[in-house]
């Protein structure tokens, strides 16, 4: 591409950013990053505003208190934080066995969507129901929809298998002609997200992957499903700590909104009702809806922060709606292309009134809307707690064993000192950033690749995923990346 941005798009991202002392003061005080910190989306529950909007709702909400001191003693547990580590670098194992367990886990979950209705569209015809998937691997959601509306039509776009992305599980394109599939990464789309044509500098970090594209453009549907999960090495653009999760939610939320139709239905994965970033999320959304649903599945992530928000009736055509995106669309330049090198800026931070004055208005609200949420997260929780986070079928201090790929003696599993094994799960963080961080080592890439086996207390028959504790062995440079990379699935 050329070698810089157009004046007027360069002026706009510059303009509390004429040097590099005013940009960070434009920024406000971010919290230094603490020891042990991996990765910037922990630190950010430490940001002045995610801690004053904690503080307020502890105030204000029985619940939240009550899962705010059980989150505080899931960090001071040393299984928790040995399970919740194996279950990161599971997440980014993309093997047979994991995809598929991932698959079912989505198929539980879309399952439970489909029955509290956030598949439905107000006063949508069923036989003409069009829906927009963004993230559609490995396709449960999609194959849910098809299940529940035969005649529908679906369009979706998601990260190849060779960038990270999940396998599709369904059949598409010629093999099923009500599923098109686009296979990119939705961050890397500028004519999308910016109002004007731009040049990229060839020296940005993500010049050779933007796409000059804009896919199912003049399109609308009735149905909008973002589901996005960050994986290690996604985009390219905006590497700086942080900037990857906010590239992806406001890719979403821009392509979503610019072809969802005018009374829509538009469903999205969230973390942390009780941060600020989600907080105002949800009122903008509440403004432009007729109604805001958030709901937590009960058959998979109980433990973790993380939520759908189902809103219905979108009126996106309003100006409000114009309004919301236009500033996403300003989050996703200033993540991607802001300050004066032109690879990206963090947010600006939200001074305390703006704390406050969202607090008053919409904190009651939110407290209204988040409070199942809240409960099965809670109550999850305090089980594993009361278990100390110990899976059936594995002792403590014990080593597990499974057959190695060649089907020749046994690879043993590695469980640290005075800690459980542990398996399976997803990549987002339940409780907030971890002052510590487990030495569980992921798994060397020159060993033989592990297999599921049928574990005698598991019962008869049922696969039980296995290799997810880690031999010690040095990191490759492949390792170190994935052990560094952001495992926060996006609800920024």
Request: with cysteine.
């Amino acid at each position: 591409m050329a070698s810089s941005l157009e004046e007027p798009v360069a002026a706009q991202l510059q303009l509390n950013s004429n040097n590099e002392a005013s940009n960070q003061a434009a920024q406000g005080s971010q919290p230094p990053a603490a020891p042990g910190f991996v990765n910037y989306s922990r630190q950010m529950d430490f940001a002045p505003q995610n801690v004053r909007a904690k503080v307020w709702l502890r105030d204000h909400d029985d619940t939240f208190r009550q899962l705010d001191d059980l989150r505080e003693q899931g960090w001071s547990s040393p299984d928790a934080d040995e399970f919740f580590e194996k279950e990161r670098m599971a997440a980014n194992q993309k093997t047979g066995d994991t995809e598929d367990r991932y698959n079912r886990q989505f198929n539980k979950i879309s399952k439970e969507l489909r029955t509290m209705g956030a598949f439905e569209v107000l006063g949508n015809n069923p036989s003409e129901l069009s829906s927009l998937n963004l993230c559609m691997a490995p396709g449960a959601y999609t194959a849910a929809i098809l299940e529940q509306y035969p005649n529908a039509s679906v369009c979706g776009i998601t990260l190849p298998v060779e960038s990270g992305g999940h396998r599709m599980m369904i059949p598409y394109g010629s093999a099923d002609s009500r599923v098109d599939v686009e296979f990119m990464d939705i961050t890397m789309l500028p004519e999308e997200f910016l109002d004007c044509a731009v040049n990229i500098r060839a020296s940005h970090p993500g010049a050779a992957k933007f796409v000059s594209q804009s896919p199912f453009a003049g399109k609308s549907f009735g149905l909008v499903l973002c589901d996005g999960n960050l994986v290690p090495g996604q985009g390219g653009a905006g590497k700086k700590a942080g900037l990857e999760p906010v590239r992806l939610l406001t890719a979403q939320l821009v392509f979503g909104m610019n072809r969802i139709m005018s009374g829509g239905t538009f469903v999205i994965l969230l973390h942390k009702a009780d941060a600020f970033h989600t907080i105002e999320l949800l009122k903008d959304f509440c403004s432009i809806s007729e109604s805001v649903t958030l709901f937590k599945p009960k058959t998979a992530h109980q433990k973790k922060a993380s939520f759908y928000m189902v809103a219905k009736g979108v009126h996106s055509s309003g100006s409000e709606a114009h309004g919301c995106v236009a500033k996403w669309r300003a989050c996703w330049t200033r993540a991607t292309f802001g300050g004066v090198d032109q690879t990206g800026l963090q947010a600006v931070t939200p001074t305390t009134a703006d704390v406050d004055a969202l607090l008053a208005e919409f904190g009651p609200k939110l407290i209204a809307m988040s409070q199942d949420v809240w409960k099965i997260q809670a109550e999850a929780l305090k089980k594993a707690l009361d278990k100390k986070f110990k899976y059936p079928g594995t002792r403590h201090g014990m080593q597990s064993k499974a057959p190695n790929s060649s089907g020749h003696g046994s690879i043993p599993r590695y469980t640290a000192p005075g800690r459980r094994a542990a398996t399976g799960g997803s990549s987002s963080e339940p409780f907030g950033p971890r002052h510590q961080v487990s030495s569980i080592m992921p798994p060397n890439e020159n060993e033989p690749q592990r297999k599921a086996y049928n574990h005698p207390s598991k019962g008869k028959g049922k696969d039980t995923p296995v290799g997810l504790g880690w031999h010690q062995s040095p990191l490759t440079d492949k390792q170190k990346e994935i052990a560094n990379a952001s495992s926060w699935r996006p609800g920024v």
